[in-house]
């Protein structure tokens, strides 16, 4: 560990956060000497001490151990990419326009990876809407946990829940795709259908 890097990072995050040494101190339940020796970068905080730190500061630990914040490229903004972290644990969704750290039940999530379906689900066009079906198992142990309708610039997510009907209705929206996740067999993505553009007839 850098104790240079490490307590300069500690400062900047303090100070952003507008708390003094004896604040911090006294969140953690320490000395403002204590704090003071890691600013200047005379020692490290214990390893016992980096998960309350960290949660304090805002930070994750590994950011704070490495003592510098990466930052993600600047985003352009197409939604078609966002990422899906799932925790198998607790059921917990999180999505984000960039790939980034996820943390639930004490452990790192992995990017939920999006492959087409084999087996899509049924979709009828009625007027605006999108009429979403499935005969698919909605049982506690084997269920679509929600549907999605994502375009380049928006996300309309509906959460679904085990022995409910799957039928539920989504706004049309063009260009948009639909994003399912089963709980047994993972994330998938089926095109939509779009209204049929008539071509007026002549005289």
């Not at 490495?66 to 990419?81: A, T």
Request: aromatic share 8%.
């Amino acid at each position: 560990m850098d104790q240079q890097k490490i307590g300069a990072l500690i400062r900047q995050l303090r100070t952003d956060m507008e708390l003094t040494q004896e604040q911090l101190a006294q969140k953690l339940h320490i000395s403002s000497k204590t704090v003071s020796k890691w600013e200047c970068g005379n020692g490290c905080p214990e390893v016992s001490l980096f998960p309350a730190l960290s949660e304090v500061l805002g930070i994750d630990c590994t950011a704070l151990f490495s003592g510098e914040v990466q930052k993600n490229d600047q985003i352009s903004g197409n939604m078609r990419r966002i990422k899906f972290y799932l925790c198998e644990n607790c059921g917990n969704l999180v999505t984000s326009a960039a790939k980034t750290s996820v943390y639930c039940c004490g452990k790192v999530l992995q990017e939920t990876l999006l492959k087409k379906a084999d087996e899509p689900l049924s979709v009828e066009l009625a007027g605006e809407e999108y009429y979403v079906s499935s005969s698919h198992e909605m049982t506690r142990d084997h269920y679509i946990t929600f549907a999605a309708i994502i375009s380049s610039d928006t996300l309309i997510l509906r959460k679904l829940y085990p022995e409910w009907d799957l039928q539920l209705r989504l706004p049309r929206i063009a260009g948009g795709m639909l994003v399912w996740h089963c709980s047994r067999h993972g994330l998938f993505y089926q095109n939509l259908p779009q209204p049929v553009r008539r071509t007026p007839r002549n005289g």
